[in-house]
């Protein structure tokens, strides 16, 4: 039972290039976490998607950003128009439920994204 | 709004000793918590999950305590090791809010 998958593992790109951040869950998981880690900086939640639907997206700059879970295929961290200050490692995690004590999540290795 | 502290920021030991990291949390209403491990440049191993109803969770060396009432929950590390050196983070749920991490150094 394979893990949760990201990839790619490090992308760079130039400033306003896009950026696309995929993420399989586990198998069995349908609920999706995206969070941010800056250097040197915790764990920031972005985006909580269950498939096809966004949950909450308060951690989620206004702009730029966007995030999907469609009903076939990898969640999507899409960037556009990246700047510096997007460099950061872009963690997935998955869990099988949520809101409830037993929603144990599982993170993917993380893509590590460095704007030039 | 949750707010998550771990203290101590970081810890240097020596090889063999038991240690203890700190996690409080503003909020008591949670499901669950989960500590984590997160190596250098790599992601976050699921260390222990302890749900809200629960006091405590032990896997090998490891036991996590849980005090819903005070916001606390401990990691403890038994006889500590050189692999056990990594970040030790802990994360609150419902809204899977992380502290800032412990940096453990198990010296040998």
């Known amino acids: 039972n394979a893990g949760v998958m990201q990839n790619p593992r490090h992308l760079v790109r130039r400033r306003g290039q896009e950026a696309r951040l995929r993420c399989s869950p586990m198998k069995g998981h349908s609920h999706v976490y995206w969070y941010r880690q800056l250097p040197e900086e915790g764990l920031k939640f972005m985006v909580y998607l269950q498939k096809e639907n966004i949950i909450d997206e308060s951690g989620m700059p206004k702009e730029r950003f966007s995030a999907e879970f469609p ?5 999507i961290l899409r960037i556009q128009q990246v700047v510096r200050g997007d460099s950061a490692a872009y963690f997935c995690a998955s869990s099988r439920e949520s809101g409830s004590p037993n929603n144990e999540q599982f993170f993917g290795p993380g893509t590590r994204l460095t704007v030039l | 709004k949750q707010e998550v502290t771990q203290i101590p920021a970081a810890l240097s030991v020596p090889e063999g000793e038991n240690l203890v990291l700190n996690c409080s949390f503003t909020d008591s209403a949670i499901y669950n918590l989960q500590w984590f491990r997160q190596d250098p440049g790599k992601g976050l ?7 809200s109803s629960q ?3 032990t896997s090998g060396r490891l036991n996590a305590s849980l005090d819903k009432s005070s916001g ?3 990691l403890y590390i038994a006889a500590s090791q050189p692999g056990d050196s990594a970040t030790y983070l802990c994360a609150v749920s419902n809204d899977m809010r992380f502290g800032a991490g412990t940096r453990l150094t198990v010296k040998p």
């Not at chain 2, 191993?45 to 749900?51: A, D, E, F, G």
């Open chain 2, 55 to 57: 006091r405590e969770q």
């Open chain 2, 72 to 74: 606390r929950s401990t």
């Open chain 2, 45 to 51: 191993t699921s260390l222990l999950l302890i749900q």
């Open chain 1, 71 to 75: 009903k076939e295929g990898p969640s």
